[in-house]
């Protein structure tokens, strides 16, 4: 199988954020737990601004291992004063806070390594949101979420679709009247709508949120699978099998499910930019996931008026983000059906 030119960009696309995803908290400029670091002096500053920083000891920090950082995020050591004008005394140091222009002084002995690594520049790169947070580092656990979310809700509609789609199609009969009949109720109700009324049903949450979306998905995939079984289960090798005295559930899944994989996986590329994009709008409707946990559709809802007071990057940043990503993954899909197309093989 050749994937054409766009599926390969696509799917490079699809790697490198998916990279970014695992890595999460190692490459966030914030690797506190959820990137939410407040600043509120520094709230809604532009891309590339500039401000300096002492790092002063906090009682009671505790240190976490690496690899519960890596999942979790670091909890902060220290806390973090945004300052100007710092002078270097011998024991101690002089700055200005920025916040509110007042002179102070502190002991070396209340910074972090006794001073030597008090003191950081940051650049906030892609500007900060209405609370101080670093907008980059939201974006880049939010796109964490939004994998978690998406293979997550693909997964249960394969759990789902899958079995009920094999069990129609060889069945047939009052088996396949049923199914079908429970496809067709799913489909004409709304999906977002169902969704939402999933998740007012389970309640607000991560978690919900993975249910109610992976409830929504299975329709397509058992309705594909169904159709695909029931050209296969007149074939010859499948009577041989059935000859044989293999299992019903044998026949099914040795022998007829390993022929419908390739659509399955089509429509896995197609659902999984389905999730993203339903999350999105159950996060911006205040049903998705609940702050301070960052998505990139919470973000949009959190900031979509500052588009007409000036800083529309604070939306722009997260809807490109679920642009782009929606957008692989849909031409990916289309790049596997392409490759995969027997007509456009011949």
């Known amino acids: 199988m050749r994937l054409p030119i766009y599926g390969i960009v696509a799917a490079s696309i699809i790697v ?95 910074l972090r390594g006794g001073g030597d690594d008090a003191f950081e520049q940051r650049v906030y790169r892609l500007g900060t949101d209405r609370y101080g947070r670093d907008l980059l580092s939201r974006l880049i656990i939010a796109t964490r979420v939004s994998f978690i979310i998406g293979f997550i809700a693909v ?31 799913m489909w004409s109700i709304p999906g977002l709508l169902l969704v939402i009324a999933l998740t007012l049903a389970l ?30 289960r007149v074939r010859a090798f499948v009577e041989v099998a059935q000859m044989m005295g293999f299992s019903t559930l044998n026949v099914m899944y040795k022998q007829i499910l390993p022929g419908v994989l390739h659509p399955v996986i089509v429509i896995s590329a197609a659902n999984f930019a389905t999730a993203i994009l339903l999350e999105s709008g159950l996060s911006f409707l205040g049903y998705g996931a609940q702050p301070p946990l960052p998505t990139w559709g919470g973000m949009v809802k959190d900031h979509w008026p500052y588009l007409l007071m000036g800083k529309p990057h604070l939306v722009l940043w997260p ?16 790049a596997l059906r392409d490759a995969t197309d027997p007509r456009k093989n011949q």
């Not at 009247?177 to 109720?185: E, G, I, S, T, Y």
Request: hydrophobic share 50%.
């Open 155 to 185: 997964g249960i509609s394969l759990l789902i679709g899958v079995p009920l789609g094999l069990w129609a199609g060889y069945a047939g009969g009052t088996v396949d009247k049923f199914v079908m009949w429970l496809v067709n109720v």
């Open 319 to 334: 809807g490109g983000c679920i642009l782009i990503l929606v957008l692989s993954f849909m031409m990916l899909g289309n």
């Open 16 to 110: 490198l954020m998916g990279i970014v995803a695992l890595l999460g908290y190692v490459v966030s400029p914030d690797d506190s737990p959820y990137a939410n670091r407040m600043q509120v002096s520094q709230a809604t500053k532009s891309p590339g601004h500039r401000v300096d920083f002492l790092h002063v000891k906090t009682d009671g920090a505790s240190a976490t291992s690496w690899l519960s950082g890596m999942i979790k995020g670091f909890p902060p050591q220290y806390n973090e004063i945004p300052v100007s004008n710092v002078e270097w005394q011998n024991d101690s140091v002089m700055f200005t806070y920025a916040t509110t222009g007042v002179r102070a002084s502190l002991p070396l002995t209340a």
């Open 203 to 232: 309640g607000k949450g991560i978690f919900q949120v993975f249910i109610a979306i992976g409830l929504t998905m299975w329709v397509e995939v058992a309705r594909v699978i169904r159709g695909q079984v029931r050209s296969l």
